[in-house]
């Protein structure tokens, strides 16, 4: 497919205010592998198309002629509005649904044809590892994980990995049909650049955070080395497209104090009551006996105060009593230049 031109996806769509909409969204998001051509005349479609070869042709449905399924492109798709696939020939992708999930099969499309191109936004990987773990059980991490990435992505771009057994996140849980986690690790083995655009499909948003689906089956988590993990991080980092990826960190993954040691900054969350000191007590033991003494010299280790209410949707998380109070330890870190967190 060397002939076509791998950086274009060419929309034509006769509905101005949606061809808009779905362009700016497009362009809004960084890391996609080709420039987006927007048109509402069939006419300069055809012809760009006729004098530059297109990676990806997208149409609406009311607007496809047998004039524009000869165009040659490289992949083509027809974004339905009816329901009734009229042209079984193309891919067909629901036009009324949300933007998101129309990228995902948009890239999809994509990659089953092309020689993976994908951008990098910066030429080496300097992600900050952000690690939030604990031994105490219902003291809160996940949603003060949330809460402290949906602060970071509002200034920084930031990545969420959820890697709890069972993770019971409200709006981030897939379906069976959704791929998540593991589906990533499946193509860390993928050739060339291939694995960014993998990443790509995968990719969810809540507001401005970037997340990957935690995984449905959680034993999936247990049969992971803690090397595929290394290199799962590592390759994620080395896109560079992130400045920040908050690990949300359970005993499911094999490997966890070395994950924990990549980590610029942990925070570990207890309690006030003498179950939670004992089980403390007996964690920092381990790492001691491990020789994992650095993990605790960079841990902070926090007793929440008792909150009246927790949001239940992830983009609620920057709002409330729970948002103030990491609000004051995000101010702390920066004021202290503990992660170089910048004003």
């Given at each position: 497919m060397k002939n076509y031109e791998l950086s274009v996806l060419r929309l034509y769509d006769p509905e101005e205010e949606y061809a808009q909409l779905f362009t700016e969204f497009l362009k809004k998001r960084?890391?996609?592998?080709?420039?987006?051509?927007?048109?509402?005349?069939?006419?300069?479609?055809?012809k760009e198309t006729r004098q530059n070869r297109t990676a990806v042709l997208v149409v609406a449905e009311t607007a496809f002629s047998e004039e524009l399924a000869k165009l040659q492109a490289?992949?083509?798709?027809?974004?339905?509005?009816?329901?009734?696939?009229?042209?079984?020939?193309?891919r067909n992708v629901n036009k009324y649904q949300k933007a998101e999930n129309i990228l995902q099969e948009l890239l999809e499309a994509y990659l089953e044809f092309a020689e993976i191109?994908?951008?990098?936004?910066?030429?080496?990987?300097?992600?900050?590892?952000?690690?939030?773990?604990?031994?105490?059980?219902?003291c809160l991490q996940t949603s003060f994980a949330l809460t402290m990435s949906q602060m970071l992505a509002e200034e920084y771009t930031t990545l969420y990995l959820n890697f709890e057994h069972y993770a019971g996140i409200t709006g981030l849980l897939p379906d069976m049909q959704t791929r998540d986690l593991a589906d990533l690790l499946y193509f860390l083995n993928a050739q060339g650049q291939e694995f960014y655009l993998r990443m790509e499909t995968l990719i969810?948003?809540?507001?401005?955070?970037?997340?990957?689906?935690?995984?449905k089956a959680?034993?999936?988590?247990?049969?992971?080395?803690?090397?595929?993990?290394?290199?799962?991080?590592?390759?994620?980092?080395?896109?560079?497209?992130?400045?920040?990826?908050?690990?949300?960190?359970?005993?499911?993954?094999?490997?966890?104090?070395?994950?924990?040691?990549?980590?610029?900054?942990?925070?570990?969350?207890?309690?006030?009551?003498?179950?939670?000191?004992?089980?403390?007590?007996?964690?920092?033991?381990?790492l001691g006996m491990c020789q994992y003494e650095e993990i605790l010299e960079k841990t902070s280790r926090i007793i929440l105060p008792r909150f009246d209410r927790i949001p239940e949707e992830p983009e609620q998380y920057t709002?409330?009593?729970?948002?103030?109070?990491?609000?004051?330890?995000?101010a702390e870190e920066r004021r202290a230049g503990t992660w170089n967190i910048q004003s």
């Open positions: 960084e890391g996609l592998p080709w420039e987006v051509h927007t048109y509402t005349s069939v006419e300069e479609i055809v490289g992949c083509t798709v027809i974004l339905n509005e009816s329901g009734v696939v009229k042209w079984p020939e193309f191109t994908f951008p990098r936004l910066t030429e080496t990987g300097k992600a900050k590892l952000v690690g939030i773990y604990s031994p105490v059980r219902r969810r948003k809540r507001g401005q955070l970037d997340y990957v689906p935690p995984v959680g034993q999936n988590l247990l049969a992971v080395t803690s090397q595929e993990w290394q290199r799962l991080l590592q390759k994620i980092d080395e896109s560079g497209k992130y400045q920040y990826i908050v690990l949300d960190l359970s005993e499911s993954m094999q490997g966890l104090f070395d994950i924990m040691k990549k980590c610029m900054r942990i925070f570990t969350l207890t309690k006030n009551d003498r179950a939670a000191a004992c089980k403390m007590l007996q964690y920092e033991q381990l709002r409330g009593a729970l948002a103030d109070y990491v609000r004051s330890i995000l």
